[in-house]
């Protein structure tokens, strides 16, 4: 695969309020050819001569294996009844977990940071649900949804964020930390951009154990998501560069939301077209429209498909949304009342709803149920978490150190953690 | 447990070498320290140099001449067959610091798969200071794996990969690079066993050189001791001898938690007796605990890293003025060994703490604090802190020797602190 360098892509024209109506839009979601083995048409075509469009389908890079899927696929539907239902709980679970977090929040009982990821769940469901159980995941703050999608349970999560004892981290990591060895969630990191190193460490284990410890089906693969500021930071650079050096079996997964806090992503990027950084790395550059959970599906089983053979990472811009506030002490005064709605609009699970209800694949009461059904979890959810205990005084003291005797040696001699009354007291060390 | 010989110059036994006047023909010199017996045979290495300077500084030292002293060494390496051969008798073997290093990570490696170590420079290099010499070849490019220059990356590839089970040691060039990834050490290394609750440790090693060197100038000559120090989570080693860098190094290695380990690029070259339990792939220090390079009753110092070699130098100087000090290499700022250092003021009721960090919020204070806070009725004089001074570092030569401890200032505060009237600063 060529990439003709020589050619200098014009830069795009920065509006700040690109996706407003009266301007262009820069992705039109509804004229976008579909990722599977298309070149990218830009719009803005206008001011780009023949040839540098010539150059724009390099930039794309969509690798020829993809281009000889498309030719494969038989079947009109995109999954079957079982995966249809199945993606669908996963996006009303979160959508109705979130929603109850709000309001635990605002009742008191939650506290601190609380990240919603609603209106983003295609993502999530679209990527996760086609993971096995050996697989990671990285997220960043905005993270209760990637851990259930990954099979934490609904009420480890609650009990974390009430910071109770029985949370996923026993109430020590709290709503940006939500780690759990058995499902293969590594966090939950609170600054962005940290994740990401951390998850190509992950891709680096999997190939390590492949090639040196010789495990031979060892083809984990590993996603790290994280949002368009996030592009923005060195580490999200470097480890691109590692990746691709490297060939690391990880999917580098942007949720594009266009907004970091009250930044918008035009005003802060230079070249806001994320999908193209990837090929500047060697990598494969997708872009896709994240409010769909189907094309995010349909991206995500290439992607991770390619990962798992040892082809390499591949970087998936997912242009998403999200209806609320960064965090629920979020204002959200900048946001363009006229964005908000327009999203409102596509709203992923009334996209699915249709979708199911239209090809025959469930209908209303069927879909009912699994709403009921989910509401049920989350109030379950919320009882199991106001429930139960908070954490023991001890319990300031433990986990620290894998091995506690990193505490050092007492007064007497021994090592502290031995003494019984070691977590007893204050925290005094 | 461990042989508590001295870790000074291995050449200067110079008030412990007690030849047996009885046996004029004995073919071994006894060297006797405080608890311990440590068999001088024949150094196998060093060869012509190293005999010419031991007989000087035997010679010195018992005030015989060099030549006498010379036959009589060279009659302890002719004469092998005479040699009653005790159970415990083994060539004693130097090493430097490098060296030591470079074995301990060649015994990991090989012990376990999961090691690898990741850093700059560190493979067809052959390492910035050489210490992961010839790893590459025996072990290969997955596991000696040279990277692009990416603290923050690397780093957080090592915390990712430590997270599944491997045990990454990552080598930055300098501690001071170290600071691109400091984020990685701390947020995600450190935090996580606590955040997961326990469900994530990240058994990583993160070493490299650290503190000032000659001449390299501001950026590239700060000690992160205390920095590293403060954080919950980590252990920070701070070896000094062959032996130190050899034990607590396989220690760090097989240890599940993240652990920073500062060396010293100046130590690098140094060669220091090592004994064979030393040299044995299972040796392993204990993490947390201080060793008493030597006892004394009069005052105590504390030092780690290369000021441990100026501690015990000041030392020798002290004793000339009937100041008997005990040194205390400290080997471990977190946990710091806060029951030998007090158990060691209750004993003197006198402390000097040397570092070569800058001086506000260092090692030192810690100490002093620790020191305040159990031993306060023992001390007889306020503790004095030595540090490098609160200044970057310049770079000329004798700026840069003013801007950290040296020996005479080291002498200059027991003795305050003994009350023997000197002044405060240093005359330049």
Redesign the interface.
């Known amino acids: 695969m060529a990439f003709s360098g020589a050619k200098i892509i014009q830069p795009l024209p920065l509006h700040t309020t690109i996706r407003s109506p009266n301007n262009p839009l820069l992705f039109d979601p509804f004229t976008s050819s579909p990722f599977l083995g298309s070149t990218r048409t830009l719009r803005l075509s206008q001011s780009i001569s023949a040839s540098q469009r010539r150059c724009a389908s390099h930039i794309v890079a969509v690798s020829d294996v993809f281009k000889e899927k498309k030719l494969k696929s038989n079947t009109n539907l995109l999954l079957t009844k079982e995966e249809g239902l199945q993606v669908y709980e996963d996006m009303i679970l979160g959508r109705a977990f979130e929603d109850m977090c709000a309001q635990m929040y605002y009742r008191g009982k939650m506290f601190g940071f609380v990240h919603l990821y609603n209106g983003q769940e295609a993502v999530s469901s679209g990527f996760i649900k086609l993971l096995k159980k050996e697989d ?1 995941v ?1 997220s960043t703050y905005r993270d209760h949804v990637h851990a259930l999608s990954k099979g934490v349970p609904a009420r480890a999560v609650m009990s974390e964020l009430f910071g109770k004892k029985t949370g996923c ?5 709290g709503s940006m ?1 939500m ?4 499902h293969n969630v ?6 962005i951009g ?1 994740g ?11 190939k ?2 492949r ?3 010789k495990e031979a089906d060892c083809d984990h693969v ?1 996603l790290a998501f994280f949002g368009d500021g996030t592009c923005n930071n ?2 999200f650079f ?2 691109l ?2 990746a691709a ?1 490297w060939k690391l079996p990880i999917i580098f997964v942007v949720e594009n939301n266009l907004w970091a806090i009250g930044m918008s992503h035009l005003r802060s990027t230079s070249d806001p077209e994320i999908w193209k950084k990837g090929p500047a790395f060697g990598m494969p550059g997708v872009h896709v429209d994240g409010m769909d959970v189907l094309k995010v599906r349909e991206v995500a089983k290439e992607a991770i498909g390619r990962a798992r053979r040892g082809e390499g990472p591949t970087l998936v811009e997912c242009e998403t949304y999200r209806f609320r506030g960064h965090s629920l002490a979020d204002p959200d005064e900048l946001r363009d009342p006229a964005e908000k709605a327009r999203y409102a609009a596509r709203d992923p699970i009334t996209a699915l709803k249709k979708y199911l209800i239209e090809s025959k694949l469930a209908n209303e009461a069927e879909l009912l149920a699994i709403e009921k059904k989910i509401e049920e979890v989350v109030e379950d959810a919320v009882e199991f978490a106001d429930e139960s205990p908070a954490p023991s005084r001890s319990q300031l003291l ?6 506690p ?9 021994s ?2 953690c031995e003494d019984p009354k070691f977590t007893e007291g204050t925290a005094q060390v | 447990m461990y042989n508590c010989h001295r870790s000074d110059r291995s050449i200067d036994f110079s008030h412990q070498l007690l030849l047996p006047a009885s046996y004029p023909h004995s073919v071994f010199a006894i060297i006797v320290n405080h608890n311990s017996f440590f068999f001088l045979f024949y150094p196998v290495f060093q060869g012509e140099k190293m005999w010419g300077i031991l007989s000087q500084k035997l010679g010195a030292a018992r005030g015989l001449s060099s030549q006498v002293v010379g036959n009589y060494v060279l009659r302890l390496r002719l004469a092998p067959s005479a040699m009653p051969m005790r159970h415990y008798s083994s060539a004693t073997k130097e090493m430097t610091v490098r060296d030591a290093l470079n074995s301990a990570l060649d015994e990991e490696m090989a012990a376990d ?2 090691v ?1 170590v990741m850093g700059e420079e560190v493979g067809e290099y052959q390492g910035a200071y050489k210490i992961t010499k010839g790893l590459l070849d025996k072990y290969g490019p ?2 000696v794996v040279d ?2 220059i ?1 603290e ?15 045990r990454p040691v990552i080598e930055f060039m300098t501690f001071n690079f170290s600071m691109q990834a400091i ?2 050490i701390i ?2 290394a450190a935090k ?10 990240v ?1 990583i090693v993160f070493r490299g050189p650290n503190g000032p060197a000659a001449g390299v100038g501001a950026q590239h000559s700060q000690c992160y001791g205390a920095w590293y120090g403060s954080v ?2 980590l ?1 920070v080693l701070v070896p000094y001898s062959s032996e130190d860098a050899r034990g607590l190094l396989k220690a760090a290695i097989r ?3 993240p652990v920073v380990f500062l060396e010293n690029e100046l130590l690098y070259g140094e060669t220091f007796p090592i004994s064979a339990e030393a040299l044995d792939s299972s040796f392993c220090l204990p ?3 201080a060793k008493i390079e030597r006892e004394g009753k009069d005052i105590t110092i504390t030092a780690f890293s290369k000021m441990v070699g100026y501690a015990l130098k000041a030392a020798e100087i002290l004793e000339k003025e009937g100041i008997n000090a005990e040194v205390i290499n400290l080997r ?1 700022i ?7 250092i ?1 158990a060691s003021v209750r004993k003197t009721n006198r402390l000097v703490t040397v570092e070569e960090g800058f001086p506000q919020h260092g090692v030192g204070a810690e100490i002093c604090a620790t020191v305040v806070e ?1 031993s306060f009725g023992y001390l007889d004089a306020p503790v004095e802190r030595i540090a490098g001074a609160d200044v970057p570092t310049p770079y000329a030569a004798n700026l840069e020797r003013m801007a950290f401890p040296q020996i005479e200032d080291i002498v200059r505060a027991a003795k305050r602190a003994c009350y023997r009237s000197v002044p405060m600063a240093a005359s330049a």
Not at chain 1, 405 to 413: L, V
Not at chain 2, 156 to 161: A, E, L, P, R
Not at chain 2, 192 to 201: C, D, F, R, T
């Open positions: 990671s990285v981290c026993r109430g020590q990591g930390h780690f759990s060895a058995e590594l966090g939950g990191f609170a600054f940290e990401i190193p951390v998850a190509t460490g992950a891709a680096f284990a999997s390590y154990r090639e040196v410890l590993t060195g580490q470097e480890c560069n590692m050096l433990e986990n620290v150190f894998a091995d005797r990193g505490f050092g040696i007492g007064p007497d001699g090592y502290r | 798969p999961n690898f997955e596991r990277t692009p990416t923050a990356g690397f780093a957080g590839i090592g915390v990712g990969s430590a997270y599944h089970g491997l984020d990685h947020n995600s996580s066993n606590y955040m997961s609750a326990g469900q994530i440790n058994p919950p989570g252990k240890d599940p938690d993490i947390g605990k471990s977190r946990p710091l060994d806060r029951a030998t007090n159990d």
